[in-house]
């Protein structure tokens, strides 16, 4: 059963920073696309950040750029968000998940494999 693991949520202050790690036993997980997606207490699961196969290529929600910043390792077996600047309103549940596509999508629809989700609070 293909499981990917997502590690490194908590709890910040405001202005704080963390690193989002995603991890996987999918032998092919360096020719998926890897998204992160979040969902907060009441409100609908939204997407925060994709990077492609080639790990060349990012997209970001409007909300995060120049704070947040996506990258998978040289050997391709996880995926990072490092979280600057962290604000309340970041506060969700984080998921990672996989593409087979491999390119960059924003849509959950398009996502294979879910993790189980990492809860970052940001306290004011």
């Known amino acids: 059963q293909v499981q990917l693991i997502e590690s490194g949520g908590g709890l910040v202050q405001a202005g704080g920073s963390l690193r989002l790690s995603c991890a996987t036993s999918?032998?092919?997980?360096?020719?998926?696309?890897v998204g992160w997606f979040r969902q907060a207490p009441g409100k609908e699961r939204e997407f925060v950040a994709a990077i492609a196969r080639s790990g060349g290529r990012t997209l970001y929600v409007d909300s995060v750029k120049g704070r947040f910043t996506i990258s998978r390792d040289s050997a391709k077996i996880t995926v990072y968000l490092q979280m600057n600047s962290l604000k309340p309103e970041d506060t969700a549940v984080y998921y990672c998940?996989?593409?087979?596509?491999?390119?960059?999508?924003?849509?959950?629809?398009?996502?294979?494999?879910w993790g189980q989700g990492t809860q970052v609070t940001v306290s004011s």
């Open positions: 999918l032998r092919t997980f360096s020719t998926y696309a």
């Open positions: 998940a996989a593409d087979p596509s491999g390119g960059l999508e924003a849509s959950a629809a398009r996502y294979y494999y």
